[in-house]
């Protein structure tokens, strides 16, 4: 199946002003709105050498690249980004031909990998959050699949009577609601109502981070950091035994389950 590539140039968000910065995330909730196959967005960090004069510093340099399963020029012109299409796919940070997989992590050209995973999202996403996360990672990897919106509706609706029913068993029972479950209920009820009105549709995510070092206790140390980082954000992190190369892959975990608004706020700019 053929596929298409993108590389996309960066943009300062904080520097823009904020009415620029409404017309980025709309933008980009126009594209995703628009989408009819799944797309991927790699996010890479390297660190480079710079040449000034006669001194060399580090730095770090960010490139962000879409993979998609369909041609997306005219969805990036109007959501007003810079971008490139690409002949070829850009090269992998972990070449499948020069892996080394093992239960934890995986080893690439004398470097160790720990994949991370995202669970859940936070209740409220910051617009712009990636820009706090790509500085702690090698890469960042989002899958994102648009969920037709007739399924949407059906899969929202039977979620929707099973937490009916689960608060009405509280009631009987004449227990408390539990707070979560109530605050599922809350949200799956608006996001039906706003696929109803064709406000929103429904995306399948993968959420993937990337954190590498030149020893295993380095990598494991820097991987234990990030969970940290992001779980003080809101987000539930793991990074599970024999899933590493799978994960990586974006072939698991079970995807969560979003809505356009909430999937906006991950705009890939820096």
Not at 104 to 110: A, D, F, L, S, T
Not at 120 to 136: N, S
Request: proline share 6%.
């Amino acid at each position: 199946m053929k596929k298409y590539y993108y590389q996309v140039y960066p943009i300062n968000y904080t520097l823009l002003h904020e009415d620029e910065q409404e017309s980025i995330i709309e933008g980009f909730k126009a594209l995703l709105n628009q989408l009819r196959k799944e797309i991927t967005i790699i996010c890479r960090r390297e660190t480079r050498e710079i040449h000034w004069e006669d001194r060399v510093f580090e730095a770090d340099v960010y490139s962000f690249c879409i993979e998609s399963m369909e041609r997306l020029d005219e969805l990036l012109d109007s959501a007003g980004l810079l971008y490139q299409p690409l002949l070829n796919p850009p090269p992998r940070l972990l070449d499948p031909e020069r892996v080394i997989v093992k239960p934890r992590y995986i080893v690439c050209e004398g470097r160790v990998y720990r994949v991370l995973v995202a669970y859940a999202l936070p209740a409220v996403l910051t617009e712009g959050f990636i820009q706090e996360i790509l500085p702690l990672v090698d890469e960042l990897r989002l899958y994102i699949k648009p969920i037709h919106r007739h399924y949407a509706i059906r899969m929202l609706q039977r979620r929707h009577r099973f937490l009916r029913a689960l608060l009405a068993s509280y009631q009987y029972e004449g227990r408390p609601p539990d707070l979560h479950v109530e605050e599922e209920y809350n949200t799956t009820e608006e996001l039906l109502q706003s696929l109803v009105r064709r406000e929103t549709s429904l995306f399948a995510l993968r959420f993937v981070l990337v954190v590498g070092g030149s020893s295993r206790e380095e990598a494991m140390a820097r991987a234990e950091y990030v969970k940290r980082e992001l779980e003080s954000m809101g987000f539930e992190v793991d990074s599970p035994a024999f899933l590493q190369w799978l994960m990586y892959e974006l072939k698991e975990p079970n995807p969560i389950y979003t809505d356009t608004h909430t999937l906006g706020a991950v705009s890939y700019t820096h």
